[in-house]
């Protein structure tokens, strides 16, 4: 059983949020980013299209090579676009880390029990897919090692986060994905620019 | 009727993306699409990404718009029906999304099992908010092209090119 307090986990192992582009997926993944970052302009936060956040990272990663990003989605979501795995370390960006961060359950549906609470090994897949680093935590001791996985391991990164089943970070965030499109797109141009 | 040549229209179509600014190209393996990929492969500005699955191309064109970057996915229109929930980004965000889908299941068809998703594409695609641009005859494919890239990267829409098997040619068994 993990020892993990999900709201403790990203706060932790991502202290430098901005850092970052960032996307996340639906449900309680991105409740905890837009905590992270405030519902920042590098995050752009998913309320549907579950599934998608492994593939809309890795679009980001190699449109952006120069660019540390992150995707950041729950065990339910990863499990549902599982192939992008394969894809991801088909590519083999350096500038890519996929967080999972699996409490083993549907809870944005009522806590149903997902794979991950059965059988299935996150580790054990996304080395089958390719990935060269991977990481498994589930006590707040491995924050350090997780904090250092995410910039030094060699990339494409997957870090397996298992945490317990206390709720995410209470955050409202903004739904609006073509409002928050603009925003996205708008800050990370303008800072382009500055360089 | 005879079928174009296959890789003069897709130096055509690969051209055509190339001069705007296209970086990326998703795809998933089909006969229609092997030149296109086969040049973006080699050319230099070019980037492609093997699929697991057509889904996967839609979020990654989103991502890379999202850092200004242009991309596109090809697909056989089977594919399509893997798509829709993702498409959401396109009717929801208005990401500009361009996918270049390679028909099967419709004119001279001689398989039962394309038929079915062959048949939606159109329907499913206009349900998502994808705009389709048909292209039955060699000489609609340049201008269709042409529509396709100002719609989705200047006209901010999702938009298929859809290549009909009346202009492919039909795969014969």
Redesign the interface.
Known sequence: MSTINRTDLLPNIVPKPNDFLIISGLAGASKDTAGLTDDGSNLFTMAGAMGSTVAMGLGVALAAPKQAVLSVSGDGELMMGIGSLATVASMMPVNYTIICIDNGMHAETGGQLGHTSRRTNLAVMADGAGIPSILEIDSPNQFLEATSFITDAPGPRFLWARVNTDPPTAYKRDFNLAVRRQIFRTAFLEDKKID | MRAPDRKVWSKLVFDKLVDADV??FSYVPDFGNTDIIKMADEHNET?T?????E???????????????R?VVCMQSSGVGNCP??L??VK????PILMIVTMRGDYGEENHWQYPMGQAVAPILEAMGVLVIQVDREDELEHATEAAISAAYTGGQGVALVLSQKFLGAKAF
């Open positions: 970086s990326l980037q990404v093997l699929l697991t699955s889904e996967e191309g839609i979020a990654i064109c989103a991502g890379a718009d999202l850092v200004g970057q991309s929930n993702y959401s980004l929801g965000g208005r990401f």
